[in-house]
Every structure is written in C-alpha cells, then in structure tokens.
C-alpha cells in the first residue's frame, strides 16, 4: 500500500509559477514510476507528466512540454512538478500517482495508487 499527499496547489496569475509536491508514504518510493495528471470541471482527468523509476527519463502531454518539469527527490521519497509559464487552461486539479513500470506511462487505469489531489487555478 503506497499513501500519496499532494501540496503546494493555489491560485496564480497566467505567466506566473507553481510547484507541486506529492510525498510518498512507501520506502520502496524508487520502485515507482510517478504520473501527475489533471482533472478539469466537466472533463475527463488526462495525462500531463510522468517520471521514471530511476528519474532519467520524463514524460510530458504535448501542451506542457516546455513548460512543466517533473522531478524526484528519492531521499525525501516525493515527486514534484514545477509549473511555468502557466495558463488558464491549466486550472484543475491536479494528482499524482504511482505505478510500477513506464509502459502506458499516460493512460490513468495502469496506476496503482493515487492522491487526493491539490486545487491549482490560474486568474487571466
């Protein structure tokens, strides 16, 4: 059983800046790979970034790519994702997630645990 706790969400003007974290509650935490997807009002939660096992490779839907950086501490056993640049139609709710392997990295049933999400919205 992996717990999973988002933080640092809020609200932020476009163009402005954001970091979340999500701290595993696991010791086996670099046995995971680790997924942040979105969910907005009305819209099916989608996919926006993902980070290996290992942390060498990340992965990003195309709307972020540029933009958004996922990273990993496995000493503190947390994932962040760190938001510039940000828009509008960035406001959801965000959440991590564990699984672990990197194949179907952005499809949300091959997760095994989730968060329970942290608010971000981003005033025009």
């Known amino acids: 059983q992996v717990q999973l706790v988002e933080s640092g969400g809020g609200l932020v003007q476009a163009g402005g800046s954001l970091r979340l974290s999500c701290q595993a509650s696991s010791r086996a935490f670099g046995n995971y790979a680790m997924g942040w997807f979105r969910q907005a009002p009305g819209k099916e939660r989608e996919f926006v970034a993902a980070i290996s096992r290992s942390g060498t490779f990340t992965y990003y839907t195309d709307s972020v790519k540029g933009r958004f950086a996922c990273s990993r501490d496995d000493a503190k056993n947390t994932v962040y994702l760190q938001m510039n640049s940000v828009k509008p139609e960035d406001t959801a709710v965000y959440y991590c997630?564990?699984?672990?392997?990197?194949?179907?990295?952005?499809?949300?049933?091959?997760?095994?645990?989730w968060g329970q999400g942290t608010q971000v919205t981003i005033s025009s």
């Open positions: 997630a564990s699984k672990t392997s990197v194949q179907r990295i952005g499809v949300a049933a091959e997760y095994d645990y």
